[in-house]
């Protein structure tokens, strides 16, 4: 059996080789790399798709260090990194910037790896205020954070697949980087229990309650236990089922996993691992250890603010301090815990923090997608961190240990991984500076190829021409023809101000900026698709990850005023939004060629005339991409009380013809369902899904307390 070895720790105990032996047992057979990740599609690979498959594959074998997919918008980059992922066989962290770009990420790949194990790892905060104090007005702001149970339950289930398992693909927001803690202690503390073992129910009880379990005589939800005579029922921190544990004569004499909704006994175990219900987490010894630590530093920071005068800020640590200590020291825990994570961990004044990075194996592979955005965020999260940290240093809010509490600074995360691809259809300096290899994937399995670009001056003969008004003669020849526009413009109030006076001409407009809520920024994007009106005008959320096929026309307003949203970064991303309609063109509106036009420009036409000879080789005739049009916002009305109204009545409707058993109400089995109904589109990370299904929960338990009135 070949055992995982994981590049921060080694196993600490028995406990953990069984663990291994245990989890592992199913993969036994599944030594050789190419075996680890059964890839399935409907699909084969087109276009530059194969030949940039075999180079990232053959680049990964020879040790290239990074390597960059240069991949045109709509060539299916997601399907090339999948093959290569196949190809390599090893566990794979894919990063992305955002949450909605990883969840989509997440989902495609599950697709196409059915049979293994594909992660959702994210920040797990619905609400995020960090600690912070301002000096200038005397402000501390404490800690706020709402903790989504449901991502923290995948961010363990991450974790836990990555001790156990080798055909792991994580993808990941850019909280990868943040501290975790020790995956050697998460690892080491996982509580094994086998028929047999000389346990009472006492026992168990006190070792779930030092894992950070709690106990509840309600519905079990993860990281939860409860007592029913001799038995204990408990659901691990990552799961959605509950183990009943049963103990006689001081032994464990079963172990059942039962679904905790309709109580049916899924199988028998003879062993089971329950993992800790925090990441955070030392054992006693290390803890005496670590509050030593802790009260020399506080003794050494109370004689500098002595020393300094500041009699304030020393009154202020000492009491913070001491009351986390008493904290720690009785229950292990405390608000804040990760800020002491330096003592806790034992590991050296500044020395990087134990992340996600840290519980992945030797050697595994990286991709970071949309690489252009995703790598300055890895580069700048810990300059802002420490900022905030300091300032809270300096008046006595917390340790200076509390700085070690950070993010990765880019060259500790650049050690902590191995073998990276960077994925982007606009490569920044880093990854052209940086990379061994440039694979480039221009050619789309569609034959569809980059539009025509047309640059318009604003100003002729030193009159104003009006770039408006060409515009509108083009949209209006567009929509003539059933296609759709977009315009982009350099502000809000330009795109609010334009997509008015296009009303004003007749045009069926509407406008797109941040300050829209999400619901209604999916509304008018369907709308837009449906042809419900033909113009849309926005600033920057034309660019990464818009897939509109409709679109004929791009007008690109005051493209030569050079900045960030006129580099040639963003204007390749914005004529790219053409690149799927076969008379997708573009206009550039400017009185002179930028530096950043004329780059974008020649990409363009380098990659056109590619796309065209393979074409004109190939005899393909391109077809404009066909893609459904889901309305995601109409599942998502705020006034669909009526519509959940309608469908629960006809279950209400059954479930009353069930009667009571005597334990649950009708309306409260009815909950368990639609709870199970959640957890499973949570799993699917189908989170438009669940956010109905959490609304129709809240509404069934409304109507029990109306009648309870």
């Known amino acids: 059996m070949e055992m995982i070895h994981h590049k921060n720790f080694k196993p600490l105990d028995s406990n953990i080789e069984g663990l291994f032996l245990f989890q592992n047992l199913a993969y036994s057979n599944l030594v050789m790399a190419k075996s680890l990740f059964n890839l399935q599609s409907e699909y084969k690979p087109a276009g530059d798709q194969p030949e940039a498959i075999k180079q990232l594959t053959e680049g990964v074998k020879k ?24 190809n390599i066989g090893k566990p794979t962290l894919v990063i992305a910037h955002n949450k909605t770009l990883a969840a989509q990420l997440a989902q495609e790949f599950r697709a196409f790896f059915p049979d293994n194990a594909v992660h959702y790892f994210v920040s797990y905060y619905d609400y995020y205020q960090p600690e912070a104090y301002m000096p200038v007005t005397d402000t501390y702001i404490e800690k706020d954070a709402q903790i989504n149970k449901e991502i923290d339950r995948l961010r363990h289930a991450s974790t836990q697949s990555l001790l156990s398992r080798k055909d792991v693909i994580i993808v990941a927001s850019v909280s990868c980087i943040y501290g975790l803690g020790s995956p050697a202690e998460y690892e080491r503390v996982n509580f094994k229990i086998n028929i047999g073992d000389k346990l009472s129910r006492t026992d168990i009880m006190k070792h779930l309650i030092a894992i950070h379990y709690n106990r509840t ?60 219900a925090k990441h955070f987490i030392t054992k006693k010894e290390e803890i005496d250890r670590a509050v030593k630590d802790i009260k020399d530093e506080l003794t050494a920071q109370l004689k500098h603010f002595e020393k300094e ?72 999260m810990y300059a802002g961190d420490a900022s905030r940290k300091s300032t809270l240093v300096e008046f006595g809010f917390r340790l200076p240990s509390a700085k070690d509490n950070r993010p990765l600074k880019y060259p500790e995360f650049e050690k902590n991984i191995n073998q990276v691809v960077y994925v982007s259809a606009t490569p920044g300096k880093i990854e052209h500076a940086e990379s061994d290899q440039i694979v480039e994937q221009i050619i789309r399995p569609t034959g569809l190829i980059d539009p025509q670009v047309d ?13 408006v008004q060409d515009f509108i003669r083009e949209t209006e020849a567009t929509i003539a023809h059933g296609g759709r526009v977009l315009a982009t413009t350099l502000t809000k109030r330009m795109a609010e101000d334009l997509a008015t006076y296009l009303k004003e001409r007749k045009i069926k407009a509407e406008y797109l900026h941040s300050e829209i809520k999400t619901i209604d920024r999916i509304r008018i994007l369907t709308q837009f698709r449906r042809g419900e009106f033909d113009c849309l005008v926005g600033v920057n959320l034309l660019r990464e990850g818009l897939d509109l096929p409709e679109v004929e026309l791009i007008g690109i307003l005051d493209a030569d005023k050079e900045g960030f949203l006129r580099s040639d970064t963003a204007l390749i991303q914005t004529i790219g939004r053409a690149a799927r309609n076969v008379f997708g063109r573009v206009i550039l509106y400017a ?20 796309q065209v000879a393979y074409n004109t080789k190939h005899g393909i005739t391109p077809q404009t991409i066909i893609k459904q049009i889901k309305d995601i916002a109409s599942e998502l009305e705020s006034d669909h009380e009526k ?67």
């Open 63 to 86: 040790g290239l260090h990074k390597q960059t997919l240069l991949g045109a918008t709509g060539t299916g980059k997601t399907f090339t990194m999948a093959n290569v992922i196949a």
């Open 217 to 276: 005589t309600a519905d079990l939800e993860p990281a939860t236990f409860r007592v029913v005579g001799t038995r204990v029922d408990v659901m691990p921190v990552a799961d959605t089922y509950m183990y009943q544990i049963e103990t006689l004569g001081g032994a464990v004499s079963r172990i059942i996993k039962v679904d905790p909704i309709t109580s049916q006994i899924l199988s028998e175990e003879q062993t089971i691992f329950i993992f800790p």
């Open 309 to 380: 005068g500041k009699l304030l800020e020393g009154e202020r640590i000492k009491r913070r301090t001491n009351y986390d200590l008493a904290m720690i020291k009785e229950v292990g825990y405390c608000n804040g815990i990760e800020n002491y994570s330096r003592h806790l961990s034992g590991k050296a004044v500044g020395e990087a923090p134990d992340t996600l990075l840290s519980y992945f194996p030797e050697g595994f592979l990286t991709f970071i997608d949309e690489s252009h955005v995703t790598l300055p965020q890895l580069t700048g």
């Open 455 to 467: 640059v318009r001056p604003i100003m002729e003969n030193g009159e104003y021409k009006g770039q």
């Open 591 to 610: 009185d002179r060629v930028t530096g950043s036009m004329e780059r974008a420009l020649e990409e363009t036409n380098r990659r056109r005339a590619k």
């Open 643 to 709: 519509a959940v109204n309608a469908e629960l009545s006809t279950d209400l409707a059954i479930f009353s013809k069930l009667g009571a058993d005597g334990k649950t109400k009708p309306l409260q089995k009815l909950i368990k369902l639609k709870e199970k109904e959640m957890a499973s589109a949570v799993k699917e990370l189908d989170f438009e899904t669940a956010a109905i299904l959490r609304d129709e929960i809240k509404f069934l338990n409304a109507k029990i307390s109306r009648e309870e009135e």
